[in-house]
């Protein structure tokens, strides 16, 4: 089997890693200057443990994919709508697994015409350190729901090395994805309108008494949804990528456009249809914002 993974960044370059000791792996990549970099040097996993992996996937710029491969996606959500009319002309028998964080891709990839279309939610922490080096900042599980299609053709990480590259095969690709949005909510605009690292949230008593807060406030607007989600949850995920810097601080830090909206402001809007308002979380929202409009004008 034969995969591609377009977008180059955190964790494309890990999921790509994992998967390159087991299959033969396509990066598509945005710069051609990381194209000859990867196809020069290869692709360095630091591990958990300091030792590091290194992979030899082929990386391109060209938007291309074979025939019989599987396709991953792991761009930014606000990077999405360059290659969805490249995803739309793809064969339809081509499956597409999409590992965005946030809820408005859903929807839009719903209107794709492949057969075989799956989403993700990972858990684990990467960080990319430069065009060829990957940092493995948690182990977490990679959570996987088949939207439609065979569940057979998205097998590919089954065989992965499951110590350090956890999957899990969930039902339900818009519960899975509401869930994580919550998790990311908490930790995702605190990590980055803090700047701190994902650990200190529950390592400090102000932040972690604010988390508490936040889940009173959620869960009186989703009673049903979060039934099953519990406080320990948010704490665990806090811990388990405690040396991670959240994707959303990376943007801030990066002066990059961050996920908020379609995170935080998925999250605000879906309380709103059904009359609550998230005053704690509108906050981090807004401060985001300005932080986004801080680095617009630098
Ligand atoms: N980082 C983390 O720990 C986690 C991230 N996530 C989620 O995973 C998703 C990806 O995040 P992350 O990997 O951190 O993001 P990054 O910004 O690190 O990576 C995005 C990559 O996409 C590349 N890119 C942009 N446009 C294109 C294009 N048209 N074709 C090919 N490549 C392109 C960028 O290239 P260039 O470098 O040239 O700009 C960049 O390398 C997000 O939704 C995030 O929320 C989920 C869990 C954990
Ligand atoms: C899992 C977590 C919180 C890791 O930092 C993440 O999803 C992110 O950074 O966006």
């Given at each position: 089997m034969e995969v591609v993974v377009i977008g180059a960044g955190a964790v494309g370059m890990l999921v790509a890693s994992f998967l390159n000791e087991k299959f033969r792996v396509t990066l598509v990549v945005r710069r051609e200057e990381q194209a000859c970099k990867i196809n020069q040097n290869g692709l360095t996993r630091i591990n958990i443990d300091q030792t590091t992996s290194k992979t030899n996937p082929i990386a391109t710029t060209k938007l291309q994919v074979p025939e019989k491969a599987v396709v991953l996606v792991a761009l930014k959500y606000g990077q999405l709508h360059e290659v969805y009319p490249f995803l739309k002309e793809m064969n339809n028998e081509t499956p597409i697994l999409f590992l965005q964080n946030?809820?408005?891709h859903y929807e839009e990839a719903?209107?794709?015409?492949?057969?075989h279309l799956a989403f993700s939610s990972c858990q684990f922490g990467a960080q990319k350190e430069n065009d060829t080096t990957v940092v493995h900042r948690g182990i977490g599980t990679l959570k996987l729901a088949v939207?439609?299609?065979?569940k057979d053709t998205f097998v590919?990480?089954?065989?992965?090395n499951q110590e350090r590259f956890p999957v899990e095969y969930m039902k339900d690709a818009e519960q899975m994805l509401f869930d994580k949005a919550l998790l990311n909510s908490f930790i995702n605009p605190l990590t980055a309108i803090?700047?701190?690292?994902?650990?200190f949230l529950v390592e400090n008593a102000s932040t972690l008494q604010l988390l508490e807060q936040m889940y009173e406030e959620l869960k009186s607007a989703f009673p049903l949804e979060m039934?099953?989600?519990?406080f320990e949850e948010v704490k665990k995920l806090c811990k388990k990528t405690a040396q991670n810097t959240s994707s959303m601080l990376a943007d801030i830090s990066n002066q990059r456009i961050t996920e908020v909206d379609t995170i935080v402001g998925a999250i605000i809007k879906k309380a709103s249809m059904k009359g609550h308002q998230l005053p704690i979380l509108k906050t981090l929202y807004s401060l985001v914002k300005a932080l986004e409009e801080r680095s617009e004008k630098m």
């Open positions: 946030g809820l408005s719903l209107h794709l015409p492949q057969e939207e439609r299609g065979s590919l990480f089954i065989d992965i803090l700047n701190v690292k994902n650990g039934n099953q989600f519990t």
